[in-house]
C-alpha cells in the first residue's frame, strides 16, 4: 500500500485491484528471471564442454608455450656449444 492510501484510509476494492496487479507483475517478472536463469539440460550439457574444451586448450597453450622455450634455449646451447668448441 502507499502512503497516502494509509493516511486516508483508502482500503476499498480498487486498492486491492492495485495490489494484485502489482504482485501479478512482481510474479511475471520473477517467472522470467527464473527461465533464464536456468538453462535446459542440453544447454547446461554444452555449456560444460565448451568450458572443458576451453580448459583444455588453456593448458595446451601452456605446454606449448613451455616447449617452445625449452627448445629455443636448446637450440642457443647447442649454438654457443658449437661456436666455443670450433665445429
Known amino acids: 500500500m502507499r502512503l497516502k492510501d494509509k493516511v486516508f484510509g483508502n482500503v ?3 486498492s486491492q485491484q492495485q495490489e494484485v496487479e502489482e504482485n ?3 510474479a511475471r517478472y520473477t517467472e522470467k528471471d527464473t527461465q533464464e536463469e536456468s538453462p535446459s539440460r542440453t544447454q547446461q550439457r554444452k555449456n560444460e564442454k565448451n568450458e572443458i ?3 583444455k586448450k ?3 597453450i601452456k605446454k606449448l608455450n613451455w616447449i617452445i ?3 629455443f634455449v ?3 646451447c647447442v649454438y654457443c656449444f658449437m661456436i666455443f668448441v670450433n665445429f
Open 24 to 26: 501479478n507483475k512482481r
Open 69 to 71: 622455450a625449452g627448445l
Open 12 to 14: 476499498g476494492r480498487h
Open 74 to 76: 636448446a637450440i642457443i
Open 58 to 60: 588453456r593448458k595446451l
Open 53 to 55: 574444451a576451453a580448459e
